[in-house]
């Protein structure tokens, strides 16, 4: 880090519960470093849909998208954030504004939504692109889990006794 007065924390909102988590896992780091938040909320109609859009249009999605990283913000601030948190508001994909934002940042903080598999291949990941492109250190919060598994993980191991081998 270099020896700028006010820390900058960047992250990635989206209203999702994993970006909601992501920012007060922010506010929680801002409160011990007396950092800034930058709340960054990117927004790209789909190519197809934006090449067929008039200039009020895109203003109208524009002016949406601004009061909904207003919105998602205004939520934290309600529970008495102390911390000064800017609403930003980014044309792009999610990953590359986010990647682009971190050259000024100090720390990138995105939420993971846990998507594996076939549809984490397909939807992408911008919490792991993220983590390979970003200019600064990045932390991944991770949804804690809806609910405790049924079966503690300990009653599920084999109770077969093994012979010891000779």
Do not use: N
């Not at 999605?61 to 909904?68: I, P, T, V, Y």
């Not at 980014?90 to 598999?117: I, K, M, P, Y």
């Not at 919490?127 to 200019?135: E, G, K, T």
């Not at 503690?152 to 084999?158: H, N």
Request: aromatic letters at 4%.
């Amino acid at each position: 880090m270099d020896a700028r007065e006010t820390k900058r924390i960047v992250v990635g909102v989206d209203g999702s519960p994993a970006s909601g988590e992501a920012l007060e896992w922010a506010v929680a780091e801002a409160r011990v470093t007396g950092a800034t938040i930058d709340a960054v909320y990117a927004w790209d109609p789909a190519p197809v849909e934006a090449s067929g859009l008039a200039e009020q249009e895109m203003q109208a999605l524009r002016e949406a998208a601004e009061q909904r990283a207003e919105k998602i913000v205004h939520k934290l601030d309600g529970h008495g954030s102390d911390v000064r948190i800017v609403p930003r508001t980014v044309f792009g994909t999610a990953a590359q504004v986010l990647v682009d934002a971190s050259e000024e940042a100090d720390l990138l903080v995105v939420g993971s939504r846990g998507f594996s598999g076939l549809k984490g291949m397909v939807l992408g990941s911008v919490s792991h692109h993220c983590a390979a492109h970003a200019h600064c250190p990045t932390v991944i919060v991770h949804r804690a889990p809806l609910h405790e598994p049924s079966v503690p993980a300990r009653q599920t191991l084999s109770r077969t006794p093994v012979a010891p081998k000779r």
